[in-house]
């Protein structure tokens, strides 16, 4: 197996950066391209090397990865006339950390196979934290050698690494993570709604139900930053819609009915109408007149 | 302020066995009352003193505590004819410890009042175990003097202690818990509908899923059971009906709506009519096919 060495960065947003960041500190050599180029010139100064097209920064790499925003930008990249598909070498690694469709993730790993290209979907969750941190959970699908090739390469950047199955099954788990998130986002959310309605004092009640049976990371880490009046985003609204639009879609696919996950997709997408979508996923707490 | 010394117990089901346990430990003179004796046989054997109503149970008692099934063994308990209310003495102190309605806690605290009864709501979360190691949460409401008055009897049996305001703030915030602990259930369930639907292994998804952003309690304590095959109660079915019941009611009371809890309600409802009512909450699992 040969080693590898040069990685080409599609994405430098927040998560982005940070990860390429690591790759760069664990010795790999590390090409960029950002749409908004003034976001990768703090890696461009760590020495990370410019490309100005997905195209330039796909030829020649070891391995490509890419943590952009929606299906859509996955597509164009790398099923695009001059995406990554088409520039990568053949035996090269080709990583989505993005959030996106595992159909999409599916029809990815097709094409690249044909010209012999190793496709691997690794979408991650733990936040900008998570991400400077290099304490990412990702979740990898695709062939199991590949995922077994690329060790040195998500050892770099996360910390919970795994291995889901054939290609797609890494969106797929991703996909379950925003559902359960949704569930505990919004129930956290109902139950101070109730308890505001109620007349109760909202910090006496997070102080009696957040450590016990009703206790979630989302409660926790998310709710409570919009309790106390901060709505800034870890986590947007509208990214959370788009994760959950394309449970909603798939899950239609798979034969499988999900009440709870649509009914809290309708109300990301009020808020988004309402002009909240790049506010953190805690503004669902306006949803409920709680702030 | 006189020392408290003889509690009243009434309803000693695996809780309340345990919390009269404790507080015969903390050097109470406890007597029993349940509606089938057997269940109070460790307690007496312990020296507990039997007595055959719960009119038996409250007179001459300084503190009277029940934890019994619904609103309605409450409403009769306390209200009845012979009951609670009309059987303590001047200057006693009632504390309904079952996860009943607010409403009720206002109208047991206003018609104990004229008798100068002193009554309090005091549910609690955290289970057999909690209940069995005396690390209850418990949700007080009430006149504040009398939960100071009552610490040596909550410290006896419980670690997270919240006092949160007049009568009925405890049931209030009690079933906000149940709330905010109904979504994360639910979301986790949907989560593995959603990965079994698409074909992933279930275990993997979990060991995924569970440290992250997505988990929870309900995740990792009960829903983690029923993927392993689990479906006894910690808490059942029929009770987390109950306790969302009271909350759709009061909610509407309240002013508010809370879609989320009441398409759990609707789905636990199903569930008991299909005969799952007294399976753990794990079993909404099978609501959703995963099991």
Redesign the interface.
């Known amino acids: 197996m040969a080693t590898l060495k040069k990685i080409g960065f599609i994405g430098t947003g927040i998560m982005g950066a940070a990860m390429a960041g690591h790759l760069m500190d664990a010795g790999f050599e590390v090409s960029v391209y950002n749409r908004t180029k003034s976001k990768a010139d703090e890696l461009i100064k760590k020495g990370a090397k410019w490309c100005g097209t997905p195209a330039q920064c796909s030829r020649g790499q070891d391995v490509i990865i890419s943590m952009v925003g929606y299906p859509k930008d996955v597509e164009q990249i790398y099923l695009g006339d001059d995406g990554i598909i088409v520039n990568a070498k053949a035996g090269a690694y080709i990583i989505d950390m993005t959030t996106s469709s595992?159909t999409l993730a599916e029809k990815i790993y097709n094409e690249a196979k044909v010209r012999d290209v190793h496709a691997i979907d690794a979408p991650v969750?733990?936040?900008d934290t998570?991400a400077k941190n290099a304490t990412l959970?990702i979740?990898v699908g695709g062939d199991e050698a590949d995922f077994k090739a690329l060790a040195p390469i998500f050892n770099a950047i996360g910390k919970?690494i795994?291995?889901?199955?054939t290609a797609g099954?890494g969106q797929?788990?991703k996909?379950?993570?925003?559902?359960?998130?949704?569930?505990?986002?919004?129930?956290?959310c109902?139950?101070?709604?109730?308890?505001?309605?109620?007349?109760?004092?909202i910090d006496?009640?997070f102080?009696?139900?957040s450590?016990?049976?009703?206790?979630?990371?989302?409660?926790t880490?998310?709710v409570k930053r919009g309790l106390d009046g901060n709505f800034d985003p870890g986590?947007m609204i509208k990214h959370l819609a788009k994760d959950l639009a394309i449970?909603t879609e798939?899950?239609m696919i798979?034969?499988?009915s999900?009440?709870?996950?649509a009914?809290?997709l309708h109300e990301l997408r009020k808020m988004e109408s309402e002009g909240h979508g790049n506010e953190g996923t805690q503004s669902l707490l306006k949803y409920?007149?709680v702030k």
Do not use: C, H, R
């Not at 999900?258 to 996950?261: E, M, Q, R």
């Open positions: 595992p969750t733990g936040g998570g959970t979740f919970n795994v291995y889901l199955g099954s797929k788990a996909i379950a993570n925003q559902i359960a998130l949704a569930g505990s986002l919004a129930g956290a109902e139950a101070f709604a109730y308890s505001k309605s109620a007349g109760l004092d006496k009640v102080a009696s139900i450590t016990g049976s009703a206790g979630s990371k989302q409660m880490d998310i986590f449970g798939t899950s798979y034969g499988t999900l009440p709870i996950l009914l809290v409920y007149d």
